[in-house]
């Protein structure tokens, strides 16, 4: 007898999506975060156009909209040579002509307290994956650890998704490794205080060797800062005063507000990851998001693609899932047939940009030519029309996704309580 429709492992966007939609579907959901809240610095904070429709769809734009947040017009980047728009967000179609920067926290306290209105969805906080369980070739469910207590659990459901990111504890109990891509880069996150006269938005600079992105949390600035692949210790052995150079050079405007990066233990590193699952699935399992795809930073579309693959994970299971029924393979594989292609191709234009744009100019020293603008953003320069379809494959993508209508709810319905 299984105790659940569906456990999800793992309390990020696409977890906390599936969870939310399956359990406005009537499935009994049960959602294992491993921490005990979703107050962790330096993830990722964009809200695509697609994402914010589909909030609309769910009821919840109102709430999103009185959440602390930024909305970006126009995506640009400073390179020696000058500035170039790289996305005009305003040429989207629909109501939402922009994307929206907002801490990943607060998105996720939203989406929880929405799901948690529903009678058949049940979080676990301080649930910490450690083995999925058999029957046989099937998976049934997962064993995880109380944090709190060091009591291990068994959880049995008739579907089991993994949404534990791309160091995924369920991927790696169940065999499965995906296929790497390799990468230039790194990125090291830190914080800077933000006065009240700098401007709003997300700004990036690109020089030879050095990139950074600053953005705007309201009283602080996130801020980015890509290094060469495999970099980062040759940096700490060079001292922090060291690194305080690089990015008061990079960002003059920053070098008076530099004490808070006293050592290194206020700098972060996200070792970056590009890869893919070649399956998505098996019996009783599926992997999405991160787990199933890891992506590079570039362009912030890997919340939005996560979102995506749980949309259409809740269309295409959900139903199954409602009537009390075991998943078969075909559907499962269906899940990755419809999301695959959107995240190849994304994924093949990251690799694309990694190889034309950040890895020449990851260099200690300008290379020949250094004084011009690289050839793809001289285009988007001369073709202003050409930002409107970066917009739209950054900002909405190639395969946007929209709730089932079972899961839809008007915005009147959508009160600011639990």
Known sequence: MMNNGCVVVGGGPAGMVLGLLLARGGVRVTLLEKHSDFLRDFRGDTVH????????????????????????????????????????????????????????????????????????????????????????????????????????????????????????AVRAAAGLAPRRFGVPMDVLWFRLPRERTDPDGVFGRLSAGRFAITIDRGDYWQCAYVIPKGADAALRAAGIDGFRQEVAALLPWTADRLDPIRSWDDVKLLDVELNRLRRWYADGLLLIGDAAHAMSPVGGVGIN?????????????????????????????????????????????????????????????????????????????????????TARMVAIGPLPEHAPDWARRPAARSGTGR
């Open 49 to 168: 156009a697609s994402t914010l429709t589909l909030l609309d769809e769910l009821g919840l734009g109102e709430r999103f909209a009185a959440m602390p947040h930024r909305d970006v017009e126009q995506m640009t980047v400073r390179l020696d040579a000058g500035e170039a728009a790289v996305a005009d967000f305003r040429r989207l179609p629909g109501a939402h002509r922009h994307i929206a920067f907002a801490p990943q926290w607060d998105l996720l306290d939203l989406l929880a307290a929405a799901a948690e209105e529903e009678p058949t969805f049940t979080l676990v906080r301080d649930a910490e994956v450690i083995d999925v369980l058999r029957d046989g070739g099937t998976v049934v469910g997962v064993r995880y650890r109380d944090r709190a207590t060091g009591g291990e659990h068994d959880l049995r459901a008739a579907l089991t998704v993994a949404c534990d990111g791309r160091s995924s």
């Open 305 to 389: 693609l996560a979102v995506a693959d749980a949309v259409a994970a809740a269309r295409i299971v959900g139903p199954t899932l409602r009537s009390d029924g075991a998943v078969p393979l075909r559907l499962l594989r269906g899940v990755q047939r419809r999301r695959w292609l959107p995240t190849a191709l994304i994924q093949g234009v990251q690799r694309g940009i990694h190889r034309a744009i950040l890895a020449p100019a990851l260099v200690t020293a300008p290379a020949s030519g250094a004084g011009r603008l690289p050839v793809p953003l001289r285009l988007l320069r001369r073709f202003p029309a050409l930002q409107g379809m």
